[in-house]
């Protein structure tokens, strides 16, 4: 289901083609109260795990939808709440004790696989083996452990997608480096280092210019070249300073003036200059090295030396600069390419939802069958448990168990199977025979995950059973809506009202 908008938001009505839930959802605007915090609950899924957004809507739309029949039967919404809550707890209780298994993060195939079942709705299907290796790559680079333990991955950071329109999806690539769209300062400089020194520097290569307006009062002629001989002496200090340290390559956050680009040429030093701040932050943590704040400070032991080779290539009409084959680098970029724009966008969202899956099965290893399996086993563990349950709690219990079914159900629709007959048979197998079975997304059959190797992770399915239930709790907790901007017919009807009077012909005033 791939949907193209013509997006409000975008001023020049540029279109969305997508079928990620919350990249949809973000463009669509809503007034309602209740969809707003429907709409919310896709982008918080979207930041906290980046995949199952549109599982969360449909499975809190369902679960509003099995409260309502009790509503209208007067069962107060705080019974109701009290019975999701507890089906909340047992149902996360029984996915990590019952449903999963842990899983081996060194072992490439099997992460490769868990990364196959995102990507299996999406666009990229046909170039599943590609996107599968540069998700799990890139989530490797970035991955750092610490001595006490802690584990920092941080995709939004380190991992850049760079989008190149041109070339066909085959050619996208992870670079063991990175790369960003900038040329050379001076068409005299390099474009071309092996094992190149690099010196990362956010301060400026040219004259301190005074922050307010500055008078200077000359006497006589010659004060004035004093005055341009200090600038220049000046900006020669500072690119002594670098040269001392024998670089091949500067890189500056900020501008590099003419001058300081002629020092930098005789010394047969390249400079890029304007580089972005996130950017100099991956370069230094691919090339090691440090950003130096001053010039005068610089010291061996800034200098980034593990950069294999430098190199300036021209796409289309752009330069862009690569420092790749880094030995040890911790931050990477990945070069997308592809026809158009609209399909880049549409890649970078799907590699987006590849690498959140392998930082998640990083961060928590373990793993649930996927294809609404999982879904339909706990539905049917909680049916079990809800007999036990005392009191009228038990019907909402079951009623949530039931809405869970949705997700395996709204997967038949997708391949226009038969959704009755088809569900009545997963539910026959999950309660014969384990609890691995779940819908084939192609064709509709019904299939053991086990062998199908579809698998999804438990911190997006645990997270998206949160998300979903708590909302719908939170949507069950309100009595009504009291709005404060009147309704569009009642405006309507009071102009109607005031033409209607300014029409009536008024009686001739007498002299």
Excluded at 14 to 29: F, P, W, Y
Excluded at 63 to 69: C, F, M, N
Aim: net charge negative; aromatic share 4%.
């Amino acid at each position: 289901a791939v949907v193209s908008t013509q997006s409000t938001g975008d001023p020049m009505g540029g279109i969305v083609m997508t079928n990620d839930g919350n990249a949809i959802l973000r463009e669509i605007q809503v007034q309602h109260p209740a969809a707003k915090s429907m709409i919310e609950i896709s982008r918080t899924q979207d930041e906290e795990v980046g995949d199952g957004t549109t599982s969360v809507i449909i499975l809190a739309g369902e679960l509003l939808k099995v409260a309502e029949p009790f509503l209208v039967e007067n069962m107060h919404p705080t019974v109701i709440i009290a019975a999701y809550r507890q089906a909340l707890e047992d149902a996360i209780d029984m996915m990590r004790n019952e449903v999963a298994k842990s899983v081996d993060t060194s072992d490439r195939d099997e992460m490769i696989k868990i990364i196959k079942s995102s990507l299996g709705t999406k666009f990229m299907k046909g170039w599943n083996d590609l996107a599968c290796g540069i998700a799990l790559d890139a989530v490797k680079c970035v991955h750092l452990e610490d001595k006490g333990g802690y584990k920092e991955i941080d995709i939004k950071r380190y991992a850049k997608v760079e989008k190149v329109p041109g070339g066909s999806i085959e050619m996208s690539e992870i670079l063991d480096g990175v790369m960003f769209n900038k040329d050379v300062t001076h068409t005299g400089m390099k474009r071309r280092i092996e094992n190149p020194r690099i010196v990362m520097l956010d301060c400026n290569l040219e004259y301190k210019k005074g922050e307010s307006q500055t008078n200077l009062e000359f006497m006589q002629e010659t004060d004035f070249r004093k005055i341009l001989q200090l600038e220049e002496n000046y900006i020669k200090g500072i690119c002594d300073d670098i040269i001392a340290l024998k670089p091949d390559l500067v890189l500056s956050e900020k501008g590099v003036s003419d001058l300081a680009q002629h020092f930098l040429l005789k010394a047969g030093i390249s400079a890029i200059r304007r580089l972005r701040k996130s950017d100099m932050n991956r370069v230094a943590r691919a090339v090691g090295g440090q950003i130096v704040h001053r010039t005068e400070e610089l010291k061996e032991s800034d200098v980034g030396t593990e950069c294999g080779l430098f190199e300036i290539k021209k796409f289309g009409d752009e330069y862009f600069t690569f420092l790749t084959k880094c030995k040890n680098p911790k931050a990477c970029t990945i070069l997308l390419r592809g026809a158009s724009k609209d399909v880049l966008m549409e890649v970078e969202r799907n590699l987006q939802d590849a690498m959140n899956v392998a930082r998640n099965v990083m961060m928590d290893p373990y793993l649930v069958p996927g294809g609404g399996a999982v879904e339909a086993a706990i539905a049917h563990r909680l049916i079990e448990k809800s007999k036990a349950i005392q009191g009228v709690g038990q019907w909402p219990y079951r009623a949530l168990a039931e809405a869970l079914k949705i997700i395996p159900k709204t997967l038949m629709q997708n391949c226009g199977v038969n959704t009755i007959r088809t569900m009545t048979n997963l539910t026959a197998k999950h309660a014969t025979s384990g609890s691995t079975w779940g819908v084939d997304g192609e064709t509709g059959n019904i299939v053991d995950m086990e062998e199908f190797g579809v698998w999804d992770t438990l911190q997006v399915k645990s997270q998206v059973l949160k998300t979903a239930i708590e909302t719908a709790i939170l949507l069950l907790r309100i009595d009504d809506i009291v709005s404060g901007v009147k309704k569009q017919s009642d405006i309507e009807a009071e102009k109607m009202a005031g033409k209607f009077q300014s029409q009536q012909p008024q009686e001739p005033q007498e002299e």
